[in-house]
């Protein structure tokens, strides 16, 4: 026997509140993770952006003078664009390459090597970033609240429209 029932629409909007939970739970946690990250480099690096460079020189990382600032910059401000639900997609994929990077080049190491510098954290926050970039921010970000403006004056314009050629 099939079940015909369909879903009450109290199951749906359910559905869709848990799914912005789980979304803004998820961007809190990896724009914290990733500010907390910046902050670290920055202090590793005595309190000055210029000499992350020489942090990113010791782990032979290319053009270190120019992507250890940047990389330090690009931490704290996709941080706060992820805790936000601001440009979500584009940091995400963002945050993911930069985490590749890391991998690549600073965290090498074996899975699960005794040091504690293994590529397990950056895989695992490489791994959000890009699920956050498929998902976008939820409702109950930033993104949401332009995407549903844009949505309101392209109805207001059409309605305009249709009111002038009748």
Request: hydrophobic fraction near 50%; charged fraction near 15%; aromatic fraction near 4%.
């Amino acid at each position: 026997m099939r079940n015909t029932r369909t879903p009450s629409p109290t199951a749906g909007a359910a559905a869709q509140v848990a799914r912005d939970a789980i979304l803004l739970i998820a961007r809190i946690g990896l724009g914290v993770l990733m500010i907390a990250h910046a902050k670290l480099e920055y202090d590793f690096a005595g309190g000055s952006i210029t000499e992350a460079g020489t942090l990113f020189e010791q782990s032979s990382v290319p053009l270190a003078s120019i992507t250890g600032p940047a990389n330090v910059l690009f931490e704290f401000i996709g941080g706060a664009a992820m805790i936000l639900g601001l440009a979500v997609r584009p940091v995400g994929v963002l945050m993911a390459a930069n985490m590749a990077g890391a991998w690549l080049f600073v965290h090498s190491n074996d899975l699960y090597a005794m040091d504690h510098n293994g590529p397990e954290l950056v895989i695992a926050l490489g791994l959000l970033s890009l699920t956050l970039a498929a998902t976008g921010s939820g409702r109950a970000g930033i993104d949401h609240l332009i995407t549903q403006r844009r949505h309101t004056r392209a109805a207001e314009h059409d309605a305009n429209e249709a009111g002038r050629h009748s």
